[in-house]
């Protein structure tokens, strides 16, 4: 009854009967491209990315300078330019105003307010405490995350030693989900030691995990198997859903946090950087002429317009960066609220039928 009932799902929702159907966010091509795209938009030191995009900014003016696009012998020219960047700039201010905003946002509140989220946090933790069986729970992100993923690995453990004697459907159903997920906990626990919060070593398990996929399979198993189930299988595919419980709840908290960090970061940065290119950007204005006047090498004037093109594009190369990976974070990680997943692909008779469309 459990075999038929297990098939019938995997005919209606379409599901293979291959470990390889557990939808990855992060998984894909192993081409160069896909890699360097992964370091671009996640992986990449943000001051890295920023110096790279000005890198080609400062290029590609001396391309424009080169092709006469710009010409830094006529002072309106670079006047008119600069002008124009200055004047791109100035919503910066906004920008960061509106951050600091969402951020202090976050930080006010009332004493009833402040004790309220005390006592959830202690739920919280007494929680992860009754289904870890460790006490007190770590207080670092990291080591929580960690003690809850290996809390999650020996139940799964033990799920397949208490149905290693089960019906054919209900053992090879557990021994699937097992093979499928141990290897993405035993990653995941590596990871975790040694890391600290704030790096985006921790963000990179939090976005490889998928525990909704997770916690669906284990309520499938227990619904297609509710009349095979022993009391001791029951027992841990209840642990498993209270713990995958736990570590979404999490995960969600501490991307949280990473991303008001990030977003802290992004508002400093581009007060340090968007006030001098201002001041940079305003001597042009108001001074090139003159420049101009002292009759020096041509190559000064090619690179004094290169650099100031540059300079005036580094606060939106800052935004750029920051903002591609908080956006790219958000967008994995969008859906992932309890047991739904994403569908990353559409199957292949939507793809063709869409073809056939078109």
């Known amino acids: 009854m459990g075999e038929e009932s297990t098939q019938h799902r995997r005919e209606v929702t379409g599901e293979e009967d291959t470990p390889q159907s557990q939808p990855d966010p992060l998984v894909g091509s192993e081409s160069r491209t896909a890699t360097w795209l992964h370091w671009l938009y996640l992986h990449g030191d943000r001051r890295i990315v920023s110096g790279l995009m000005l890198l080609a900014t400062f290029v590609v003016s001396l391309v424009l300078i080169r092709s006469s696009l710009i010409t830094p012998a006529e002072a309106d020219d670079v006047v008119a330019i600069t002008s124009t960047l200055l004047g791109g700039m100035l919503p910066f201010i906004t920008v960061v105003l509106a951050i600091n905003q969402l951020i202090l946002s976050e930080e006010f509140g009332t004493t009833g307010a402040f004790f309220e989220r005390i006592e959830e946090t202690a739920d919280f933790r007494e929680s992860i405490e009754a289904h870890t069986g460790v006490r007190p729970s770590p207080v670092e992100p990291s080591a929580l995350l960690r ?20 019906k054919s459907g209900l053992r090879e159903d557990v021994e699937e989900f097992v093979s499928t997920t141990l290897p993405r906990d035993d990653d995941s626990i590596d990871a975790l030691e040694e890391v600290a919060f704030g790096t985006f ?11 909704p996929w997770q916690l669906q399979e284990v309520r499938t198993i227990r619904e297609d198997h509710r009349f095979e189930l022993s009391a001791a299988a029951d027992d841990q595919l209840e642990r498993l859903e209270e713990l995958l419980g736990d570590i979404h709840v999490a995960r969600q908290y501490f991307k949280t946090v990473y991303m008001q960090q990030e977003l802290a970061d992004l508002s400093k940065i581009l007060l340090y950087v968007g006030f001098p290119t201002l001041l940079a950007g305003a001597f042009v204005v108001l001074s090139y002429g003159n420049l101009l006047a002292l009759e020096l090498h041509s190559y000064v004037y090619v690179v004094v317009v290169a650099a100031t093109i540059t300079a005036l594009f580094s606060p939106f190369a800052v935004l750029l960066a920051y903002v591609l990976r908080i956006a790219t974070i958000a967008r994995r990680t969008a859906a992932d609220f309890g047991p739904f997943v994403l569908q990353q692909q559409l199957p292949r008779e939507d793809v063709e039928t869409s073809d056939v469309g078109d």
Do not use: F, M, Q, W
């Open 147 to 166: 003690t809850l993923i290996e809390a999650k690995r020996r139940t799964t453990l033990g799920l397949r030693n208490v149905c290693a004697d089960a």
């Open 201 to 211: 070593e921790l963000i990179s398990v939090i976005l490889h995990y998928n525990d």
